[in-house]
C-alpha cells in the first residue's frame, strides 16, 4: 500500500450528496476534517460541495486531484443507485471495483438477516485500495494511492454520516494518513468570554509580536475569542512547547478562559446542564 517518497502537504474536501445542496442537511464533515487534517500537517486546499451527478462529480475530482496530494470524499457510498462516489473515483483511477473479502466476512457476521441486508454486490472497493471496516454501518472507507498524469495522487472515501465517519477517521484513518506526512502539527485552543478581541490582543500583544516556535492567533465570533496556540513537529522527539503558551493565557485571562480545548460556550454549557 506504501508508496516511498509520496507525500501528503495538501487536501482538499469533496463532500457529495444533493441534501447537502438543498440546505437539507449541513456538511459538518468539511469542518472536522479541516481540523484533523491540520494536526497532521496537510493544508486543506478548498471545500467543495457537489451534488449526486456523475458527470459534476467526475469535473469536481479531477478539478480536486489538478492541485491537491489527496482528495477526501465524503458520503455517496451507500447500495443505492445515486450512491456513485465509489464507481466515479476508480474510473478516475482506472481502477476496477472489486469484493473486500475481510469486510464482508465482518459485514455478514453483524448483519445475518439476509432479507433485509444483502452484502452480495455491495460494498465495493477501488481495487488494491487499503479498506477500512465501518463499526457503525454497513459502508467501509478505502485510501487509494495512484499515479495521475505523471503524479502520486491520494483518494480517500469515507461514509458521509458523520456518525459513522467521525469515528472512522478517528481510530482507523488517522493514523494511516500520518505515514505520508513529513511534519505534524499540535494545535491547541484558549476560549474567552466577557472580553472583547482588542481588548484581549492588546493583553498578549508582546506574545503576537515575538513568535518563533509556538504561534499564537486570535479570532472571535459572536460569543467568544479564541487564541489558537500552535506548533510545527518536524522531529518525532521535538518537544511540545504549547502547554506553556496555554498557561501563560490563563494566567493573563484568569476567569475569562471557560474552555482550553474545543468546545464551544454553548457546548460547555450544554455539558454542565447534563
Known sequence: MSRPGFLIRTAEIVSVGTELLLGQTVD???????????????STYRHTVVGDNPERLEKAIREALEDNDLVIMTGGLGPTDDDLTAEIAASIMDAPLVKDAAIDQELNRRYPDRERYDFSRYPLLPQDARAFPNDNGTAPGSLSIFSWNGRQKAILLLPGPPAEME???????????????????????????????SRA???????????????LAPYASASEVVFRISQKLSDPHEDDLTEAMVQELIGRFGDHVFEVGARSLEGVLADLLR
Not at 459538518?28 to 496537510?42: D, H, K, P, Q, V
Not at 469515528?167 to 485552543?189: G, T
Open 167 to 197: 469515528p472512522m477517521f478517528l481510530n482507523r484513518v488517522k493514523e494511516s494518513l500520518a505515514v505520508y506526512c513529513p511534519d505534524r502539527f499540535i494545535h491547541r485552543y484558549v476560549r474567552l468570554y466577557g472580553i472583547g478581541e
Open 201 to 215: 490582543e492588546s493583553l498578549v500583544s508582546d506574545l503576537l509580536k515575538d513568535q518563533t516556535r509556538v504561534t
Open 28 to 42: 459538518t464533515n468539511a469542518a472536522f476534517l479541516s481540523r484533523e487534517l491540520a494536526e497532521l500537517g496537510i
